[in-house]
């Protein structure tokens, strides 16, 4: 017997448990840290946990793990029985950053409002890229009409660390965005729904069910260029953990913090659109570019390049999320296939927005015809 077997079968199920009983749990309410408030992401949940309407789940080995040894500070919980995720939106030492530049620092509406100008738009120009970027000032003006007044100190502190509530309620599940539904916050915790499990999850599921979730994702990326009455929001970190599948196989974009907000215009010629560019080697995008058209298929090709193709990269699954189809599929809908790779590669003059017209009506298609129950 080597001192590794001991060491894997002895020691650390032995640290484990020992460590399940001595590691003090958290409360909710000690996570909330109420005391940082008003500098904080809120208070409208706190009566609820107050009544001890939200608890933290240690039940299976997974949640434990992931709750006691939270480096991303995401903690699975229930409130009234549903499940839930609390996230306190930054790493410890950012936010340990942000309460020492704080030190008494006047905050009024006027600076206030002209330190997140600089900060959300023009940073930019100084080459350091911000993960919640604002393309231009009349984009920011109308974005900071929707801000609650009342609440600025809050709003900084949200801004100032991750703009995820704000766009959660901006784009929300209630206006039938793929987000999961926002409760709102105590202290320095915000509260959201549970929206599933991680796209990689439904690896094994079988073709019809994959294709169901392409469906819904390319749907939603055309939901976010599109189908706000102010803005265009562009996601800048596609990426299959960043996208949870519930069991009706609805999806759910559940990290905000890497977004372009574009102001919406009408009116849109040929002229105005901005394309992105396709790189075999790496998968990148161009903020100016983006914020430069009045639209952007950025978000189409993102879904395309990094998640439905049959080269999309790790850590997406081998031959992306349509990979493997029933061979009465791949024989009927040749240009399903094609259309999704053309959607990849730009250098095929083609127009995204149309390609993925015709991906979702050939989906849509296939799925009506499979009969499966709740497909479509
Ligand atoms: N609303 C949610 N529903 C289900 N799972 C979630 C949700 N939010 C986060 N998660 C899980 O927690 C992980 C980390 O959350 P995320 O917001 O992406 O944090 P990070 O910024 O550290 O990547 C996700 O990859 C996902 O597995
Ligand atoms: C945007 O607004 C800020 C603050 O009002 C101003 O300093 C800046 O020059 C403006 N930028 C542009 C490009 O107009
Ligand atoms: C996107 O928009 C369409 C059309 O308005 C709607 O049917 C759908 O539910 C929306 N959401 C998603 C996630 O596709
Ligand atoms: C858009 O075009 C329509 C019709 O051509 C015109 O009436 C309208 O004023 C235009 N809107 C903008 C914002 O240019
Ligand atoms: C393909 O075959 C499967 C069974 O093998 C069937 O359920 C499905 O409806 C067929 N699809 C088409 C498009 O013919
Ligand atoms: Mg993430």
């Excluded at 061979?327 to 250098?347: G, T």
């Amino acid at each position: 017997m080597t001192k590794s077997y001991y060491f894997y079968t002895f020691f650390v199920p032995l640290i484990l448990s020992v460590s399940f009983l001595v590691i003090k749990q958290k409360t909710v309410a000690e996570l909330c840290e109420i005391k940082t408030c008003p500098y904080c992401y809120g208070k409208n949940m706190c009566n609820e946990i107050a009544k001890n309407k939200i608890t933290l789940q240690y039940g299976r080995v997974s949640d434990f793990i992931f709750n006691i040894f939270s480096v991303k500070n995401v903690y699975f919980a229930t409130y009234n029985n549903k499940p839930v995720i609390l996230k306190k939106l930054a790493h410890n030492s950012e936010i340990q950053k942000f309460d020492k530049d704080l030190s008494d620092k006047i905050i009024n509406l006027k600076l206030l409002r002209g330190t997140l100008n600089f900060k959300l738009t023009e940073t930019f120009e100084n080459s350091h890229f911000p993960p919640f970027y604002i393309c231009d000032n009349e984009t920011f003006d109308i974005f900071w009409e929707l801000l609650n007044p009342s609440s600025i100190k809050s709003t900084y502190t949200v801004l100032s660390l991750n703009a995820e509530p704000i766009l959660l309620q901006l784009f929300s599940k209630e206006q039938k965005f793929a987000v999961p539904k926002f409760f709102g916050a105590c202290g320095r915790v915000t509260i959201q729904e549970n929206a599933g499990k991680p796209l990689l999850n439904i690896e094994k599921f079988n073709w019809y069910q994959r294709a169901k979730v392409a469906y819904n994702l390319l749907n939603a990326a055309q939901n976010f260029t599109n189908d706000h009455r102010d803005f265009r929001l562009y996601l800048t970190d596609i990426s299959p953990d960043n996208i949870v599948v519930d069991h009706n196989l609805e999806v759910s974009f559940i990290d905000l913090e890497h977004a372009i907000l574009k102001k919406k215009t009408e009116n849109i010629s040929a002229g105005d659109v901005h394309y992105s560019r396709h790189d075999e080697e790496e998968y990148s995008f161009d903020p100016k570019g983006i914020c430069g058209g009045k639209l952007s298929d950025h978000n189409i090709y993102g879904v395309c390049r990094l998640l439905l193709s049959k080269d999309a990269p790790w850590p997406m699954m081998d031959g992306g999320l349509l990979y493997n189809p029933p061979n009465n599929i791949s024989n009927r809908h040749p240009k399903l296939f094609k259309n999704i790779e053309n959607c990849v590669d730009s250098d095929i003059q083609t127009d995204r927005f149309e390609l993925s017209n015709k991906i979702l009506k050939d989906l849509h298609f296939i799925l009506r015809k499979a009969k499966i129950k709740n497909l479509i």
